[in-house]
C-alpha cells in the first residue's frame, strides 16, 4: 500500500480544500491517508466523504503544536524552548480532542493578528491591508492563519525574495516578528492522543533547527514520555540523517511513520505520496490501527 500519514489542508496552513488534498492524493496512488490540519480537526468529514468516493481510506490525524524545554547544552545554550508537533492518528473520540484543542485554535488567530502587527511596524505597511491580505491567503479564517501564510503574502508582496527569506529575516523562532505559540507540553499532547484512543507521532524530528545530539535527545525523550513512533526524515535530507534517526528510533524501540508533510502551492517541492521507504527492519505505526483494513 501507498500511505501518507502527513498532509494539510486549508482548514491550516494548506492551500487546498480536504476534498481538493484527497483527489490529489489519489492522482499520486495513494491508498491511505491521514489529514493532519495544526491544532484542528475541522477537515476530516469532507475528506472522509471524498475519501470514500475514492475508494481510499482516511485515517483520523491532526497535528498538535506541543511546548517542549531540551537540556544538555552548554552556557547561554544549555536549555532551549521549542515548539514540536505531535502527529495524532487513528484517534475515535474526535469530541475530546476537539475541545481540548479548540482552545489552542483561538490563540492562533490571535497569534497571526500579533505576528501582522510586529511585521506592520518593522516594514512601514498599513496593518488593516496586510492583515486583510494574510487573512484572504487563508481563506478568511483567521484561525487558519499559519507562518506559512504570512510568508507568503510578504514575498507576493516583494518584501522578500522567497518565503524562505520571510522565515529567515522575519517569521523563524526568535526572529523580530516571531510570536510563540500557546501550546500543550509534549507530555500533555501525547497524553491527550492516548486519551482519545490513538497514536502519538514525532512530527519531522529533523526540521526544528536542533543539533544531532539534540534531534537524539529528543526522539529519546519523546519515546520516554509514551510517545509510539516517529516520523522518518525525507528522501532529501542526507543520507547520513536518515541513518541518524533510525538508529535512534532503533534505540528506543519506537514505531516509524511516513508522511509527506504536503501543503500545496506555498511549500511545492513537498509532494502527496512522496515519502521515504522504511527498511525491512521497522515498524510502521500503521500495522497497529484498528481501523485500517488491510
Not at 490563540?107 to 510586529?118: F, L
Not at 540523517?241 to 535512534?248: E, F, G, H, I
Not at 508522511?259 to 510502521?284: I, K, Y
Request: glycine share 8%; proline share 3%; net charge negative.
Amino acid at each position: 500500500m501507498k500511505i501518507d500519514l502527513h498532509c494539510h489542508s486549508t482548514c491550516s496552513d494548506g492551500t487546498y480544500a480536504p476534498t481538493e488534498v484527497v483527489q490529489r492524493a489519489h492522482s499520486a496512488g495513494v491508498e491511505v491517508l491521514a489529514l493532519t490540519d495544526h491544532d484542528t480537526l475541522l477537515g476530516i468529514d469532507e475528506a472522509r466523504a471524498a475519501a470514500t468516493a475514492c475508494g481510499m481510506q482516511l485515517i483520523n490525524g491532526v497535528e498538535i503544536s506541543c511546548e517542549h524545554t531540551l537540556t544538555g547544552g552548554y552556557g547561554k545554550n544549555k536549555s532551549t524552548n521549542k515548539i514540536i508537533h505531535v502527529v495524532g492518528l487513528d484517534f475515535a473520540d474526535r469530541a475530546q480532542m476537539h475541545a481540548t484543542l479548540q482552545h489552542l485554535q483561538d490563540s492562533r488567530a490571535t497569534r497571526g493578528q500579533r505576528i501582522t502587527e510586529k511585521l506592520s511596524e518593522l516594514l512601514a505597511i498599513d496593518y488593516d491591508e496586510l492583515w486583510q491580505d494574510v487573512l484572504t491567503k487563508a481563506g478568511g479564517n483567521p484561525q487558519a492563519v499559519g507562518r506559512a501564510h504570512i510568508g507568503q503574502v510578504l514575498f507576493e508582496r516583494g518584501e522578500v525574495k522567497t518565503v524562505q527569506k520571510a522565515f529567515d529575516k522575519y517569521l523563524a523562532d526568535h526572529k523580530p516578528a516571531y510570536v510563540a505559540l500557546e501550546a500543550l507540553s509534549m507530555a500533555r499532547g501525547i497524553e491527550l492522543i492516548h486519551a482519545c484512543g490513538g497514536k502519538a507521532v514525532l512530527a519531522h524530528p529533523t526540521r526544528y533547527h536542533l543539533s544531532a545530539t539534540r534531534v537524539r535527545k529528543l526522539i529519546k525523550e519523546f519515546a520516554e514520555l509514551g510517545g509510539d513512533a516517529c516520523e522518518l526524515p525525507a528522501d532529501s535530507e542526507p543520507v547520513s540523517t536518515r541513518r541518524m534517526v533510525d538508529r535512534t528510533i532503533a534505540e528506543h524501540q519506537l514505531a516509524t511513520s511516513i508522511g509527506s508533510d504536503f501543503h500545496g502551492s506555498n511549500m511545492p517541492w513537498r509532494r502527496l505520496g512522496d515519502v521515504p521507504t522504511l527498511h525491512e527492519e521497522q515498524r510502521g505505526i500503521w500495522q497497529s490501527f484498528d481501523s485500517l483494513s488491510c
